[in-house]
């Protein structure tokens, strides 16, 4: 066998170069020493007093409220209140053209006097025949007339008088009151206006204080709101309370009054009424609100700031500051959120040292150095020992 000298000598020329190269950059990697440590800033976890809620859009609807529709057809003579005035049940509101119905409660006591007058004449008939009878001095077929007559008699008597309480009944109709103590809305007729029975609505008498705001829930809080409404406890607890359009603060805390009877099937959702008073009239139904309901995360509570949370598929971790200012990478479990700091209801003890900013650069075992996470290594002293984590 021969040696082709042309092909072999590249062959080790090349090698000694890549060899060359290898030993070159293990002495660069040795020069340089370890990565330098990542500038963070830390935080202590401890707990605190915290006041935290859940917020649901709520809209303000009347606990009592009547729609005044016209009972009887007729012309609007009189309007005797102010569209938004306080009215009292019973006071008179509107009156409907009387003259037909006054004239027919007329003419039906007349024919009830008429069907009086018949009947007392018919019962005397009948008991003059009856004593003929005893004297067997009549025919029985006379008596049994005389009877029959009375007896008809008293029907047209209860007929006319049910004829008359109808008619009166349309009469009363006729005026409209007030059906509860409230406010009247904004008139939908003018005086002088046609109204047909049953279809033309006049106006709305609706009930202010106390009033309600109406919420809907998810399937998961049913159980947490049927609670809440046991509670008996709950409007001093002030567990219930309205932010109000514009970020105002509504100072009179609610309690639960109605859970509806069925989820709906198109949102899933489910309908609370939560009653407020309302002695200034501040809540106005139609208003669209937001209800503050007091959740588990109240009290004293560990917190950490948010920031601090990494979320990976769903779930949350920190990076705790261990021995050598060495992080490792812990899951918790979070609850409220409450002005930039989260409650934290598993995996972290008081006292613990955790990174609370500058964690995007940081990965699992590697060594942090207190101070600015906005300034890279070099410029905080890259090669000085890192600060303790407290």
């Known amino acids: 066998m021969t040696w082709n000298s042309k092909r072999v000598w590249p062959m080790f020329v090349s090698s000694a170069l890549l060899l060359a190269s290898c030993g070159s950059k293990d002495e660069e990697a040795q020069q340089q020493g370890p990565p330098p440590a990542v500038p963070v800033a830390v935080y202590k976890v401890q707990s605190e007093d915290v006041v935290s809620t859940d917020t649901y859009p709520g809209t303000v609807v009347p606990l009592n409220e009547v729609q005044l529709l016209a009972e009887v057809t007729g012309f609007l003579t009189n309007i005797y209140v102010q569209d938004g005035q306080r009215v009292t049940k019973g006071q008179k509101l509107y009156t409907i053209d009387r003259t037909r119905y006054a004239a027919a409660a007329n003419e039906a ?16 008939d009948a008991q003059r025949y009856e004593r003929l009878d005893k004297l067997d001095a009549v025919a029985k077929q006379q008596v049994d007339i005389a009877q029959a007559s009375r007896a008809n008699a008293a029907s047209q008597v209860e007929a006319a008088r049910a004829n008359l309480r109808s008619v009166n009944l349309d009469l009363n109709h006729a005026t409209i009151t007030a059906p509860l103590t409230g406010t009247i809305g904004i008139s939908q007729v003018k005086l002088g206006a046609l109204v047909t029975q049953g279809q033309t609505l006049i106006n709305t008498v609706s009930a202010e204080d106390p009033i309600a705001v109406d919420v809907n829930i998810g399937e998961a809080d049913i159980t947490r709101f049927l609670e809440l409404q046991r509670n008996t406890n709950a409007r001093q607890d002030s567990l219930f309370t309205l932010q109000l ?17 069925a989820v709906d099937p198109q949102t899933g959702t489910l309908r609370v009424r939560v009653q407020f008073p309302n002695p200034k009239k501040l809540l106005k139904a139609g208003m669209n609100v937001s209800v503050r309901v007091r959740n588990q995360d109240n009290g004293n509570q560990l917190v950490i700031p948010t920031k601090a949370l990494v979320e990976q598929l769903g779930e949350f971790y920190v990076y705790v500051v261990g021995d050598s200012n060495k992080v490792a990478q812990q899951k918790v479990a979070t609850g409220a959120k409450i002005q930039g700091k989260t409650v934290v209801r598993g995996g972290l003890k008081q006292g613990q040292t ?23 290594a070099a410029a905080q002293g890259q090669g000085q020992p890192a600060a303790s984590g407290k």
């Open 245 to 261: 359009p514009g970020n105002q603060e509504y100072a009179m805390p609610g309690k639960i009054v109605t859970v509806d009877r």
């Open 109 to 124: 006591q007349a024919q009830l006097d008429v069907a009086k007058t018949n009947y007392d004449r018919a019962v005397q």
């Open 354 to 376: 955790i990174v609370s900013d500058g964690v995007q650069n940081l990965r699992q075992g590697a060594v942090v150095q207190v101070g600015d996470p906005s300034q890279p």
